[in-house]
């Protein structure tokens, strides 16, 4: 009986064996063969579109036939001759590129000679005694205020290339031989070794000689008024008329191209700043069809101007081109506030801009509203700072007492609990970090990677434990299936499956932790059509915001609409003529799992949900363009562009018990018992602020 017990255990633990490797073998083949027929569709379209290209060739070939020959015949190779004619459309295109090759080198040549003859000019007049700047020409002056020189804070857009002329390299000064390999930028064209770099200063934009003799030269004095506004006025050293600016156009005080955000996407745009401060934006340069019009200095409006955003905002962007972007805030008396969201072709440019318009604005005293002083003393603590040149892009607490920070120069730790509490970098991660999950059971850090220029987002799995101890070579994994990855959530259910939703563009991906395979393993596909805005998780399902809130259960990946429109109440808000347009932004939890109840966060509106997405309270509608929600101690957060607004959700009296907190461009990054980190860029410092909501004066 002893022997007959002990084989028939050894036969059950067998079969389990067995079975758990059938289990694992279905669920390979079930993801083999949902990765071979998305495969199999791409092919298929791609097919389809190559058909079609055949087709469409074809027939301009007979269409062509008999025919005169012109010069597109020659150029791409149009004959009498069918059988050579598709070689000679292959070497048409290629001379057509090798032409094009040609030209761009002679523009970046030309380019570099411009450059140099200015920074010449400069050094040359730099050196004469006297007020050196005083003789400094405008049209460099114009380029670049020699008093915020050391505030640039320009990348370079680096590629790899093969150095078509020998040069000094701008970091070791020693040469970069002709025709070797090296990175070259793709906006100013300077050229530097691969292993220097990392080293280059953010100086795009800006020729090596023009910086140098602007940092030696005496600071340059203010321009005068009449300087400012662009008309001829008198100076105090007799200026000519060659120092004199160009006249502006009869019509408009500034004009030229940008691109303008609308509906999560960069669309072509021509702007117009008229002589009546209007800002119109037309589609192209014909200002036949016209996209958007602003008032800069009216009286029902205040307007400001922020030259820079914030990660949050176009995270559908890279890092590299967030510099372009700036932003205009317009906020009409009895309409709600609204963003618009510019990015210009170059750095230049962008100054140009901003400057004139604030220049604008700030000429109307409704845009020069005093924000009244704060005196709320002894619930701010400063966590982390950073010089001005980096950002600080999100934060978790990996361990008791570790805060961790991703900026868009990498990852940075400190140590709360020692005397100094420095912040200290992680090497082997360059690239931004724009949101960090940790997941306690695992001892492992998320990380959301944004696309620096060179490569591509994508959600990287670190040790919790190397990171909180700063170990040097950290080892840093990527997720699969997770490239151009610009939102993910994170969530472990009380039976102890780990789940993780991450989206892309226009896919929506739902993954499983396996401990057999030590890595996620993707679930299920989503395709949708527009970005994904946000994701929750609740112990069952997760949400996702992208047009519309969805609800997708986690054990059949079944999804359905959140919100239940059969509501009255629901049915009344959606059908409200103000909230036409509003699209998701944030969910946020109030309550425990056994009765949770829910913030749907819109554009500005705010709904009160149960699990059951109907009504439970009245909603809340903002005037002002709300940036980012958190919820801390009962207490509903709210970030603007100029402040941080905190309010009681369970108050009767909800004016009352409110406070208002004014900080220039304040962005939410976590929340953690009784205390809101917030990020706030500063002259000298961009700097990481932990808020103590239980010691705020409300009365």
């Known amino acids: 009986n002893f022997k007959l017990t002990q084989c028939m255990e050894e036969a059950i633990n067998k079969i389990e064996a067995k079975n758990k490797k059938i289990d694992d073998l279905n669920l390979k083949i079930e993801t083999d063969s949902r990765l071979m027929s998305e495969q199999v569709t791409k092919h298929e379209g791609t097919i389809a579109q190559q058909t079609k290209l055949i087709d469409f060739l074809q027939a301009k070939v007979e269409e062509l036939e008999g025919r005169k020959k012109t010069f597109a015949d020659k150029l791409f190779g149009g004959g009498g001759n069918k059988e050579n004619r ?112 990392s080293k280059l200063p953010p100086t795009c934009g800006l ?114 081109d967030r510099p372009y972007t700036f932003k205009l805030t317009v906020h009409t008396k009895g309409k709600a506030e609204k963003a618009l969201y510019l990015m210009c072709q170059n750095f230049n440019q962008k100054v140009e801009w901003v400057n004139k318009l604030d220049e604008v604005v700030k000429s109307f005293p409704s845009n020069l509203t005093q924000a009244p002083s704060s005196e709320q003393e002894g619930i701010k603590e400063l966590v982390a700072t950073v010089p001005p040149e980096n950002e600080i892009l999100s934060m978790e607490h990996a361990q008791p007492g570790i805060v961790v920070t991703g900026t868009i120069k990498g990852l940075f730790v400190r140590d709360m609990n020692s005397g100094k509490g420095e912040l200290r970098r992680i090497e082997g991660i360059e690239a931004p970090i724009h949101k960090i999950v940790y997941i306690e059971s695992t001892q492992t850090l998320l990380l959301g990677c944004g696309s620096d220029g060179t490569t591509m987002s994508q959600l990287m799995m670190v040790d919790a434990r190397s990171v909180a101890s700063a170990t040097r070579g950290i080892q840093v994994e990527p997720i699969p ?60 399902s997760v949400l996702v915001g992208t047009t519309k809130f969805y609800d997708i259960d986690l054990k059949t990946f079944a999804a359905e609409e959140f919100l239940d429109t059969s509501d009255h109440a629901i049915k009344k808000i959606l059908n409200d003529p103000e909230f036409k347009g509003s699209e998701p932004r944030q969910i946020l939890q109030i309550r425990d799992a056994s009765d949770p109840e829910f913030i749907l966060c819109f554009t500005r509106h705010l709904l009160f949900v149960d699990m059951y997405g109907q009504e439970t309270r009245g909603p809340i509608v903002f005037n002002s363009l709300p940036m980012e929600h958190s919820v801390v101690k009962g207490l509903l957060c709210t970030s603007f562009s100029d402040r941080i607004l905190i309010s009681h959700l369970d108050s009767k009296d909800a004016n009352k018990d409110k406070v208002e907190l004014y900080t220039p461009v304040p962005h939410l990054v976590s929340q953690s018992d009784s205390r809101l980190y917030y990020t706030t860029s500063g002259d000298t410092a961009f700097n990481l602020v932990a808020l103590d909501v239980t010691k705020l004066n409300t009365s």
């Open 86 to 197: 598709e070689n000679h459309l292959v070497v048409g295109y290629q001379d057509i590129q090798q032409q094009l090759q040609t030209e761009k080198a002679k523009n970046r040549k030309l380019a570099d000679q411009l450059s140099r003859v200015r920074s010449e000019v400069v050094a040359l007049k730099t050196s004469r005694s006297g007020s050196e700047s005083e003789n400094v020409p405008k049209s460099v002056l114009n380029q670049i205020d020699p008093t915020k020189t050391a505030k640039h804070n320009i990348p370079h857009r680096l590629h790899s290339g093969t150095i078509k002329k020998t040069s000094k390299c701008p970091v070791c000064q020693e040469t970069l031989g002709f025709m070797n390999l090296g990175q070259i930028c793709k906006d100013c064209g300077v050229s530097v070794h691969g292993g220097c770099s």
């Open 207 to 320: 020729s090596s000689s023009l910086v140098s003799a602007l940092q030696a030269s005496s600071p340059v004095r203010p321009r005068a008024k009449s300087e400012t506004r662009g008309r001829s006025g008198t100076q105090s050293h007799g200026s000519g008329m060659k120092d004199r600016p160009l006249p502006v156009p009869p019509n408009s005080i500034k004009e030229g191209p940008a691109q303008i955000l609308q509906r999560g996407e960069w669309i072509d745009a021509y702007l117009v700043l008229n002589l009546n401060n209007i800002l119109d934006i037309y589609e192209n340069n014909s200002k036949s069809i016209r996209l958007d019009q602003v008032s800069l200095a009216s009286g029902a409006c205040r307007v400001s101007v922020q030259s820079t955003v914030a990660f949050s905002e176009v995270y559908y962007i890279n890092s590299n």
């Open 481 to 540: 299936e997770t490239a151009d990855a610009h939102i993910f959530a994170a969530h472990e259910t009380k039976s102890g499956n780990l789940f993780m939703c991450a989206a892309s563009k226009h896919m929506v991906s739902i993954f499983a932790w396996s401990p057999k395979r030590v890595e996620f393993v993707i679930r299920n596909k989503f395709s949708t059509d527009t970005y994904t805005k946000c994701i929750y998780f609740t112990d069952s």
